[in-house]
């Protein structure tokens, strides 16, 4: 009899030390399912969660006057606005353009998204004045890119940034540092939705085409000419200088070589770097701005 | 300070040979201070105070390529903002008042100071004084500064971009492997009984 109960004793012993070690397994499991669920959940959000909405396509403020003729349109993207703002340049290129019966849509800063970019055909702009920072790498190597005002982010846009077509572009400004999205030349010609119409681009941030890069996306995109710097430019020159240039192409209509030999001889270099007006492709040269 | 000037000075002279100022200064803005609303009859032309700026300091002097017979300017005082703000490019608050135990004459550095951010619309007034204190003449000029409209491209770190797909999919691995080795468990545990 009492083996008997020793014997009993012994297999509900193995069985409760079963059932135990069942349980530790059951828990171990839910723990690991568990913490799978929520790490997937926090890659999940973090691949997935959209970007702020920054995409603005109107652009902040449209030619008004009457006798505009609405088959020419310019635009002024402004993204330095925010850094280094120029209301006067910004008045003075306006004018020039409205006189010469050009529709200007002026985009101030916070409105020059990636998904501005994007579409930035899509207005069939004849005249595309790009008053943007723009960079090339720290060694001087290409790609030239152009500033965007959306912050950069590691979890945006990220297809766009393994493909090559967007970068992080960094600079500081009154001892501030800062790093955007910039849009790099396969962005023009991989995501530009649509073509343009023989548009003339004026770039008046610094390497424009101290690379040609960027100056063959856009000619592949159907610029007609692309107008920029050779080096970095200060803020004021390129201002002072593009106004200028805009009064030569425009009211004068003169050549793009016409236009830019003469801007230059009038404003000269730009005195602290050196740089110069330069424009591409070169048989463009040779283009007057139809009015 | 007049020893910074002076060696300034002889640097200028001896870089330049002639004190050509635009050979010498080849990187730096030279911004010409133009004269504004002087009514009276100007004794020393404030107009002819140059301000260059360059990456580490500000230098105000007087014009040496215009030969006119000033008279006695012994004392120029010169007040500045940045964007609104006082800006003392030697340290202190207020006015900055630099004396000469001789007039001033052409070509003299009247005064150089470091600015750490040159960035902005800079106003100064200068004001030039005779040896007895009286103002002879004042200039409230103006003048723009601005960065280059550049900065650098960095390289996307790939990695980075990646580490959340990796983490995602290490996750799925491991709770997939747990639910199989946790399913083997259980029937091999009811095989057994």
Not at chain 1, 7 to 13: C, F, H, V
Not at chain 1, 248 to 272: C, F, W, Y
Not at chain 2, 140 to 166: K, N
């Given at each position: 009899m009492k083996t008997k109960e020793k014997r009993l004793g012994t297999k509900a012993q193995i069985r409760s030390e079963k059932e135990k070690e069942r349980r530790i397994a059951v828990a171990i499991f839910l723990t690991i399912i568990l913490?799978?669920?929520?790490?997937?959940?926090?890659?999940?959000?973090?691949?997935?969660?959209?970007?702020?909405?920054?995409?603005?396509?109107?652009?902040?403020?449209?030619?008004?006057?009457?006798?505009?003729?609405?088959?020419?349109?310019?635009?002024?993207?402004?993204?330095?606005?925010?850094?280094?703002?120029?209301?006067?340049?910004?008045?003075?290129?306006?004018?020039?353009?409205?006189?010469?019966?050009?529709?200007?849509?002026?985009?101030?800063?916070?409105?020059?998204?990636?998904?501005?970019?994007?579409?930035?055909?899509?207005?069939?702009?004849?005249?595309?004045?790009?008053?943007?920072?723009?960079c090339i790498r720290e060694d001087g190597s290409p790609p030239v890119a152009f500033f965007t005002s959306e912050p950069y982010s590691q979890n945006s846009h990220v297809y766009e940034q393994l493909a090559d077509e967007l970068g992080e572009a960094h600079y500081v400004v009154g001892g501030k540092e800062e790093d955007y999205f910039a849009v790099n030349p396969n962005f023009v010609?991989?995501?530009?939705n649509g073509r343009f119409q023989n548009s003339v681009i004026i770039m008046m941030g610094c390497n424009g085409l101290t690379h040609t890069d960027m100056a063959e996306a856009f000619a592949e995109k159907g610029a007609k000419a692309y107008i920029s710097w050779n080096g970095s430019v200060s803020a004021s020159h390129t201002d002072e200088a593009t106004a200028q240039l805009l009064q030569h192409l425009v009211t004068e209509s003169q050549t793009i070589r016409q236009a830019v030999?003469?801007?230059?001889?009038?404003?000269?270099?730009?005195?602290?770097?050196?740089?110069?007006?330069?424009?591409?492709?070169?048989?463009?040269?040779?283009?007057?701005?139809?009015? | 300070m007049r020893s910074d000037a002076l060696a300034f000075l002889m640097l200028a002279l001896l870089l330049g040979g002639a004190f050509n100022i635009a050979t010498v200064y080849a990187y730096e803005k030279r911004v010409?201070?133009?004269?504004?609303?002087?009514?009276?009859?100007?004794?020393?032309?404030?107009?002819?105070?140059?301000?260059?700026?360059?990456?580490?300091?500000?230098?105000?002097?007087?014009?040496?390529?215009?030969?006119?017979?000033?008279?006695?300017?012994?004392?120029?005082?010169?007040?500045?903002?940045?964007?609104?703000?006082?800006?003392?490019?030697?340290?202190?608050?207020?006015?900055?008042?630099?004396?000469?135990?001789r007039p001033y004459q052409d070509g003299d550095i009247i005064a150089t100071g470091i600015v750490d951010n040159r960035a902005g619309?800079?106003?100064?007034?200068?004001?030039?004084?005779?040896?007895?204190?009286?103002?002879?003449?004042?200039?409230?000029?103006?003048?723009?500064?601005?960065?280059?409209?550049?900065?650098?491209?960095?390289?996307?770190?790939?990695?980075?971009?990646?580490?959340?797909?990796?983490?995602?999919?290490?996750?799925?691995?491991?709770?997939?492997?747990?639910?199989?080795?946790?399913?083997?468990?259980?029937?091999?545990r009811k095989e057994k009984q």
């Amino acid at each position: 009899m009492k083996t008997k109960e020793k014997r009993l004793g012994t297999k509900a012993q193995i069985r409760s030390e079963k059932e135990k070690e069942r349980r530790i397994a059951v828990a171990i499991f839910l723990t690991i399912i568990l913490l799978s669920v929520a790490l997937s959940a926090y890659f999940g959000y973090t691949i997935l969660s959209p970007s702020p909405d920054l995409s603005f396509t109107e652009p902040t403020q449209q030619s008004k006057a009457e006798n505009l003729n609405l088959k020419l349109k310019a635009a002024i993207v402004d993204q330095l606005s925010l850094t280094l703002p120029n209301q006067t340049f910004i008045q003075t290129a306006t004018d020039i353009l409205e006189q010469a019966n050009y529709c200007v849509d002026y985009y101030s800063g916070v409105r020059v998204t990636v998904d501005f970019y994007r579409n930035l055909l899509t207005h069939a702009y004849n005249i595309i004045i790009l008053r943007v920072h723009s960079c090339i790498r720290e060694d001087g190597s290409p790609p030239v890119a152009f500033f965007t005002s959306e912050p950069y982010s590691q979890n945006s846009h990220v297809y766009e940034q393994l493909a090559d077509e967007l970068g992080e572009a960094h600079y500081v400004v009154g001892g501030k540092e800062e790093d955007y999205f910039a849009v790099n030349p396969n962005f023009v010609v991989k995501c530009l939705n649509g073509r343009f119409q023989n548009s003339v681009i004026i770039m008046m941030g610094c390497n424009g085409l101290t690379h040609t890069d960027m100056a063959e996306a856009f000619a592949e995109k159907g610029a007609k000419a692309y107008i920029s710097w050779n080096g970095s430019v200060s803020a004021s020159h390129t201002d002072e200088a593009t106004a200028q240039l805009l009064q030569h192409l425009v009211t004068e209509s003169q050549t793009i070589r016409q236009a830019v030999d003469n801007t230059m001889k009038e404003v000269g270099p730009d005195q602290e770097y050196n740089s110069t007006l330069d424009y591409y492709p070169h048989e463009s040269g040779n283009y007057a701005i139809q009015r | 300070m007049r020893s910074d000037a002076l060696a300034f000075l002889m640097l200028a002279l001896l870089l330049g040979g002639a004190f050509n100022i635009a050979t010498v200064y080849a990187y730096e803005k030279r911004v010409r201070v133009y004269a504004v609303g002087s009514s009276f009859f100007p004794l020393v032309d404030p107009s002819t105070v140059y301000c260059i700026m360059n990456r580490d300091y500000v230098a105000w002097f007087l014009d040496p390529s215009i030969k006119v017979n000033y008279p006695a300017a012994y004392e120029v005082r010169i007040t500045i903002w940045q964007d609104g703000m006082p800006v003392n490019p030697w340290g202190g608050q207020g006015d900055v008042v630099f004396n000469s135990a001789r007039p001033y004459q052409d070509g003299d550095i009247i005064a150089t100071g470091i600015v750490d951010n040159r960035a902005g619309i800079w106003k100064y007034t200068v004001d030039v004084l005779d040896i007895t204190g009286a103002l002879i003449a004042t200039n409230d000029p103006h003048m723009q500064v601005t960065e280059a409209v550049g900065g650098i491209l960095i390289p996307v770190d790939r990695l980075a971009l990646f580490a959340p797909y990796i983490g995602l999919a290490s996750t799925i691995l491991v709770s997939t492997s747990a639910t199989v080795i946790y399913i083997k468990h259980v029937r091999r545990r009811k095989e057994k009984q």
